[in-house]
């Protein structure tokens, strides 16, 4: 794994809206900061509303701050809504010597799951969140309610050509110096996933995404992760393993059918593997949807009970 330098960090930080790495408009992001040390690293998420709770987990390079609007159409309708940052990404941690596998996220979740001991969960996942959140879902499967799965996957890709054309280029010297260096992820793949970045990503809205990289060691995670599609390939498989502990859970799977990502292709793998799920698509949503669809997935969640 290539070595990156990250800032030194501690747990000793107050643990306060006076501390926080960044600022976001309140109108934009309105939720009160919490923080837990999990793991011994300190994990930003919000915990907002009353009710069943709802597990969001955010992707690449993304942190809880893409599930907002949801998370605000939830909170006053009978849902209580959990979405963290993981280490290197948002508000939480950035520590020394973390290697931003999904493995060691994935336990940061499993830790944050079991220190606030949420049960009955809806574990909502997307783009990386999808084999890390399952992973931990995989594990505690009586913890888990039901499964709302947004365009990701969950198993291992080896021999893909998409991926691997992918991972080569990003995973080079030209990827590594297009993400740290002109923030590659941020600038151009987090727009180009959005149908609709014209209209939602203003200056505000990108200032906040790119708020958690404003330097070059910060970025580290944000070029890890892509490699990590086949160098994580024991993670990804005990993930699938673990989706047969899932199979007789309710499952709702939120599809945006312009994602250049995750096609047709993923999606009947998803059916497969749960053939009762129910599916609603967005034709007008690419990879991230909660970008592009926010007020639909609100009312398909919110009608899913």
Not at 78 to 104: N, Q
Not at 182 to 210: C, D, K, Q, T, W
Not at 273 to 297: C, N, T
Request: hydrophobic share 40%.
């Amino acid at each position: 794994m290539t070595a990156y330098p990250v800032p030194a960090t501690s747990d000793r930080q107050p643990e306060g809206a006076d501390h926080l790495p960044f600022e976001v408009p309140e109108r934009l992001y309105p939720f009160r900061h919490r923080f837990r040390s999990i793991r011994g690293i300190r994990v930003h998420y919000v915990d907002e509303g009353e009710g069943p709770p709802i597990l969001f987990l955010h992707g690449n390079p993304t942190w809880s701050f893409v599930y907002r609007d949801i998370i605000r159409g939830l909170r006053g309708r009978g849902f209580r809504c959990v979405a963290l940052d993981y280490p290197g990404f948002g508000m939480s941690e950035k520590p020394p010597h973390y290697g931003y596998t999904p493995l060691e996220q994935a336990r940061v979740v499993e830790g944050l799951v079991q220190n606030l001991d949420l049960k009955n969960i809806t574990l909502f996942v997307h783009d990386w969140g999808g084999p890390i959140g399952l992973w931990v879902a995989g594990r505690h499967p009586e913890r888990i309610r039901r499964l709302a799965i947004g365009n990701t996957w969950a198993w291992p890709v080896p021999g893909h050509p998409r991926a691997r054309r992918w991972i080569a280029f990003i995973s080079g010297p030209v990827g590594r110096f297009l993400v740290t260096r002109l923030n590659f992820m941020i600038n151009v793949l987090l727009r180009s996933g959005s149908v609709r970045h014209r209209e939602r990503f203003s200056p505000e809205v990108m200032a906040a995404y790119r708020s958690p990289f404003s330097r070059p060691q910060d970025r580290a995670p944000m070029h890890i992760f892509p490699a990590q599609i086949f160098a994580a390939e024991a993670f990804l498989t005990e993930t699938e393993a673990g989706l047969a502990s899932l199979a007789e859970k309710p499952v709702l799977i939120l599809w945006g059918e312009r994602d250049v990502a995750f096609k047709e292709e993923e999606l009947a793998r998803w059916m497969k593997i749960f053939p009762a799920a129910s599916l609603q698509r967005f034709p007008r949503a690419g990879h991230f949807l909660q970008e592009d669809v926010p007020d639909e997935i609100v009312e398909r969640i919110a009608a899913w009970g």
